[in-house]
């Protein structure tokens, strides 16, 4: 039953992004479009508000002694910004900082109902430390336990402290007084107006910056372009090095002091995801490629398999943040293999979410990626020493 509802909520998810994105027509998607509307301009209202109070202090955010980074979007999903946490945080941990991310574990396994009810009655909720995806040298939680993303960035980054909890202003003090944090990052946390940010950094997608230009939920703004203003640095991510003089202009109208960092995601290596065998790149040249996904943005990692030089001859589209079962990846197997291909490419973040299996007859390699900055190095790296001498 909880497979079925799971699987009906997915489904109903991705009809509404088709609906809201118009890619999906008919009277339903109309009707939805037109309710989207109405509940968007309620929920900018509700920002702008909440906006207003923190800006007039009638909301306190918290100062916790110690440096906060913010990385973050406008627009919900596909901007590429855990690759964007990884890099940032290990090239502070190089430099000496203790440093722990902290993240809202967004789809990770919760507590079942009745458990949450009664923490939120008694407020007992504030006193139960946070989920420890590492402490800086162990791996402690699984990807169900910790989300997709913290468990990534955990295996990713040895070094780093990684703390899932919904109150960033707890698991930030946690950090501090169990780890010794002096760098706390928060992740997805531009929105995140409790705890008090020195530098905010932003990203926005090069293809579709804006989404659609409408706020949630007729659109993916979290809150509109002009909110740049707050942001120390803008990551243009998913760039090809041209044709962002029109952007950088609109951010630059916005907030002509931030630093605009451009970026693209370089692929590294294949991995396979149940023996860890590597490949390099050039492996896909020539083959027989099925690629399957449940991200936010699927069509730029379907393409980049094929400018590898792979021939995508099926492809497979989950909702984003999908967890997958036995039967599922069994399934692509076997379509896999009556299309003809020689193997499967998922990303590192689907990878995470795979189940184990005793046999599989397509090998299955997930594509490893990080982000390159191709122009702006030299603010990146400013920023990183600018905060690496500062030891407060």
Not at 372 to 386: L, P, S, T
Request: proline letters at 4%; hydrophobic letters at 40%.
């Amino acid at each position: 039953m909880r497979e079925k509802i799971r699987k009906w909520m997915e489904e109903l998810e991705q009809f509404a992004l088709q609906a809201i994105l118009e890619k999906r027509g008919g009277k339903r998607a109309y009707l939805l479009r037109g309710l989207a509307f109405v509940l968007s301009k309620l929920f900018a209202g509700i920002v702008s508000t909440r906006r207003f109070l923190y800006s007039k202090r009638i909301f306190r955010d918290n100062t916790l002694g110690c440096l906060v980074v913010s990385v973050g979007n406008l627009t919900v999903g596909g901007t590429g910004k855990t690759p964007v946490v990884e890099k940032f945080a290990r090239a502070l941990a190089q430099k000496g900082r203790k440093v722990a991310i902290l993240s809202r574990g967004y789809k990770s396994v919760p507590r079942p109902f009745w458990q949450r009810a009664l923490l939120w009655i008694t407020r007992y909720e504030k006193r139960i430390p946070p989920r420890v995806v590492s402490d800086g040298s162990n791996l402690l939680l699984d990807s169900e336990q910790a989300g997709d993303e913290p468990y990534m960035l955990a295996s990713n980054l040895p070094e780093v402290i990684v703390l899932v909890d919904k109150d960033r202003v707890k698991s930030g003090r946690y950090a501090i007084e169990k780890f010794k944090a002096d760098t706390l990052i928060l992740d997805d946390g531009f929105q995140h107006w409790a705890l008090k940010s020195r530098l905010n950094l932003v990203l926005v997608d090069r293809q579709f910056p804006w989404g659609n230009n409408h706020m949630l939920p007729r659109g993916t703004l979290r809150e509109p372009p002009v909110s740049l203003k707050r942001a120390s640095h803008v990551f243009i991510t998913k760039s090809n090095g041209h044709g962002s003089d029109e952007l950088r202009a609109q951010i630059k109208s916005f907030n002509p002091s931030a630093q605009i960092i451009e970026c693209t995601h370089h692929p590294l290596y294949l991995q396979n995801v149940f023996t860890g065998e590597r490949k390099p790149l050039e492996f896909l040249k020539g083959l027989k490629v099925a690629a399957l996904s449940g991200i936010a943005m699927p069509d730029g990692f379907e393409q980049s398999l094929e400018k590898l030089g792979g021939e995508l001859v099926h492809a497979k589209q989950y909702a984003d943040h999908h967890r997958y079962s036995q039967q599922e990846i069994l399934n692509m197997i076997n379509r896999s293999k009556k299309r003809g291909a020689q193997v499967i490419i998922t990303t590192e973040k689907d990878a995470v979410r795979f189940p184990k299996l005793d046999r599989v007859d397509v090998p299955i390699y997930y594509l490893r990626v990080e982000i390159k900055i191709i122009e702006g190095a030299k603010d990146f790296d400013d920023a990183v020493n600018r905060i690496c001498f500062d030891r407060t």
